[in-house]
């Protein structure tokens, strides 16, 4: 009988495993300019646990290719979140946003704060992760050079060097935790019905602030009161809309 139960899991094990879908599947109907199966079959690998930043883009590609420009948005927002210095996502997020209805002018910001952001968003959480590990491999390098060095200007370098290695470790380190701290705390969502009336309260007799059209960006503000919550425009315009109305990043 035990003999029987274990081949039937491992019949089972070799089924499912056949049937698995892979990156390299999805990949090969993308190419292969079957798009909806390819949309089908990535949409399953994230479901399974397998998204990335690569998955999401080549979602927001097959979307594209559908003229889906709203979920092109979405995918491409995602693997934008995961890899914020990739210029390719970046190209094509812009592309896909200049085909959406909102034309909306962001907010200025304080320069010194834009300037932060894209040194921040220069690399993924991982990215800076590696870039503190070699950091600190540096510093420790440096720091030997100053120790073990005789001539003074040598040991000058060592010093100076490993100061400055050691602050860059922990830059990267704060960087890291940012972006971190970006990605479990996801407060982005994009509209997805055609036209959305922003509310002035959570109800569906409140004031008609504004009109938004699926595509847009948004920021979600508040979602603690149930079938509402309250998103804010780039622009700085903010109500409330349903939340089957938008989905998030």
């Known amino acids: 009988m035990k003999r029987l139960i274990i081949i039937i899991s491992l019949f089972n094990f070799y089924i499912v495993t056949a049937m698995a879908v892979t990156k390299a599947d999805a990949d090969s109907s993308y190419v292969n300019e079957n798009y909806q199966q390819a949309i089908s079959q ?10 990335n930043a690569d998955i999401f883009y080549n979602l927001g590609n097959a979307y594209y290719r559908m003229d889906d420009i709203t979920h092109a948005v979405l995918n491409y927002e995602r693997a934008q979140l ?33 300037w932060y952001l894209s040194i921040v968003n220069r690399l993924s959480i ?36 490993c100061g400055i290695m050691v602050v860059c470790f922990v830059l990267a380190n704060v960087f890291a935790w940012q972006q971190k701290q970006i990605v479990d705390n996801r407060d ?20 008609d602030l504004f009109i938004l059209h699926e595509g847009t960006k948004v920021s979600v503000l508040d979602n603690s009161i149930g079938d509402w919550c309250e998103i804010r425009v780039p622009d700085g315009k903010q109500g409330w809309v349903e939340v089957t109305q938008i989905e998030i990043i």
């Open 126 to 161: 991982d990215g800076w992760a590696y870039a503190s590990l070699g950091f600190l491999a540096l510093a420790i390098i440096l720091a030997l050079v100053y120790l073990f060095s005789s001539p003074i200007w040598l040991r000058k370098v060592g010093f100076f060097g």
């Open 82 to 114: 995961l890899s914020p210095g990739d210029d390719d996502i970046r190209f094509n997020l812009q592309l896909a946003r200049s085909k959406t209805v909102d034309k909306i002018v962001p907010q200025s910001e304080f320069f010194l704060v834009t």
């Open 42 to 51: 990535y949409e399953e690998l994230i479901k399974e646990g397998a998204a």
């Open 188 to 207: 982005g969502a994009i509209i997805i019905e055609s036209a959305v009336p922003v509310k002035s309260t959570p109800a569906q007799n409140g004031t």
